[in-house]
Nanobody, 123 residues
Framework: QVQLTESGGGLVQAGDSMKLSCVVS????????VGWFRQGSGVERKLVAA????????EYSDFARGRFIVSTDSGLNTVYLQMTNLKPEDTAVYYC????????????????WGHGTQVTVSS
């Protein structure tokens, strides 16, 4: 069973940066994408960014492009989400997910999820 463990959330001020980590363990051979999603109170889980497992260019949502960067350390099986210039509207629980499908932007197609990490940005 693939397991994902997020870390790195917390409380920051607007304009600050934060780096989230997602450790992927277990049988990862069939994974196609690892994605970062976020979910605010009362809203659906939305894609932040996704990266092909095994290498390739990451894909970003419009609100993330230019401020957030996804990177992977294949030796550590860890996917990072570097967030800069954070805004109060970035406040949400951030989830790391992994999918065996190519539809990286649809939360419902993800097979595995971490427990999430809270990111709170104060104004």
């Amino acid at each position: 069973q693939v397991q994902l463990t997020e870390s790195g959330g917390g409380l920051v001020q607007a304009g600050d940066s934060m780096k989230l980590s997602c450790v992927v363990s277990g049988p990862t051979l069939r994974l196609k994408f690892v994605g970062w999603f976020r979910q605010g109170s009362g809203v659906e889980r939305k894609l932040v960014a996704a990266t092909p497992w095994g290498g390739g260019s990451a894909e970003y949502s419009d609100f993330a492009r230019g401020r957030f960067i996804v990177s992977t350390d294949s030796g550590l099986n860890t996917v990072y989400l570097q967030m800069t210039n954070l805004k109060p509207e970035d406040t949400a629980v951030y989830y790391c997910g992994a999918t065996r499908n190519y539809a990286y932007d649809v939360a419902g197609t993800y097979d595995y999820w971490g427990h999430g990490t809270q990111v709170t940005v104060s104004s």
